[in-house]
């Protein structure tokens, strides 16, 4: 029997109601809702090591409700076909989450999801292309908003094969 173990899933397990609360790092919350939208499973089959890198930016209201959500705007076709960014983008942006500390704010931070049946992530051209395009694009209004930046936030996938 395979179980597909998600460290984030793990993590958010104590944390299930906290994005309607104001917090100043709400990455976890935006983590959750990436998580119970997409599905690695058929990704995880396959057995082999993989770094997806993509950026997410939220924009928020001088409410400090989400007003739009952006992701990286040339994802690779598999990661774009596992994250449906913009499918993802207008369920954030019809969310509950909230944040007091980044009113009329744009906050952007970059994402590594991985899986390393061995310690190192596979660094490769293609990985390093996603890199280099990694921020996404902003409409005019979210240009003229501050903008912040949060620390990275990584997701890795194990599998426990019994």
């Known amino acids: 029997m395979k179980i597909f173990l ?3 899933l793990l993590m958010l397990a104590g944390s299930i109601g906290t994005i309607a609360q104001p917090q100043r790092d709400f990455r976890r919350a935006v983590g959750q809702e990436i998580s ?3 599905s690695w499973t058929s990704t995880l089959n396959t057995h082999k090591p993989f770094a997806y890198f993509f950026a997410v930016a939220i924009s928020f209201d001088k409410d400090g409700k989400v007003d739009t ?3 990286t705007e040339n994802l690779r076709e598999e990661i774009a076909s596992i994250l449906k960014p ?4 207008t369920h954030l942006m ?6 007091g500390w980044y009113k009329d704010k744009v906050v952007m931070y970059p994402v590594i999801y991985r899986y390393q049946p061995t310690m190192s992530i596979p660094f490769d051209d293609i990985a390093m292309r996603d890199w280099l395009k990694l921020w996404p694009g902003f409409n005019a209004r979210d240009k003229q908003r501050q ?3 949060l620390q990275p936030y990584e997701n890795t996938f194990y ?3 019994n």
């Open 6 to 8: 998600n460290l984030e």
């Open 36 to 38: 119970s939208r997409t």
């Open 69 to 71: 959500a952006y992701f």
């Open 86 to 89: 913009k499918e993802l983008a």
């Open 94 to 99: 019809k969310s509950n989450l909230i944040s």
């Open 147 to 149: 903008l912040v930046l």
């Open 159 to 161: 599998i426990i094969d």
